[in-house]
């Protein structure tokens, strides 16, 4: 069964900078595409972020700010959150869908607070 942790969440000022990390377990991780999705107060989970062996896929919210990355070796997906403002707040939860078939693995989520 494959899980997702996720860590790096926290209080962060306008214009400043974040690293979000999700660990994997319990699955081939080369064989998922992950992502970075986001839940704002009152509002629905929008993908912020996705990786695939076609490459990368940001929100237009968050292009050229944030970039996502992998690293197969140590089960692990990235999102390098920069220039944040006080709308990227939200919970982010990583997402990892298997490529071959229809499954889908969720983290728990972390929180984000972009806030002076």
């Known amino acids: 069964q494959g899980r997702l942790v996720e860590s790096g969440g926290g209080l962060v000022q306008p214009g400043g900078t974040l690293r979000l990390t999700c660990v994997a377990s319990?699955?081939?991780?080369?064989?998922?595409?992950m992502g970075w999705y986001r839940q704002a107060p009152g509002k629905q989970r929008d993908m912020v972020a996705r990786?695939?062996?076609?490459?990368?896929t940001y929100a237009d919210s968050v292009q050229g700010r944030f970039t996502i990355s992998r690293d197969n070796s140590k089960k692990m997906a990235y999102l390098q959150l920069d220039r944040v403002k006080p709308d990227d707040t939200g919970v982010y939860y990583c997402?990892?869908?298997?490529?071959?078939?229809?499954?889908?693995?969720w983290g728990q989520g972390t929180q984000v607070t972009v806030s002076a």
């Open positions: 997402n990892a869908h298997y490529t071959r078939g229809p499954l889908d693995y």
């Open positions: 319990g699955m081939t991780f080369s064989d998922y595409d």
């Open positions: 990786i695939t062996r076609d490459g990368t």
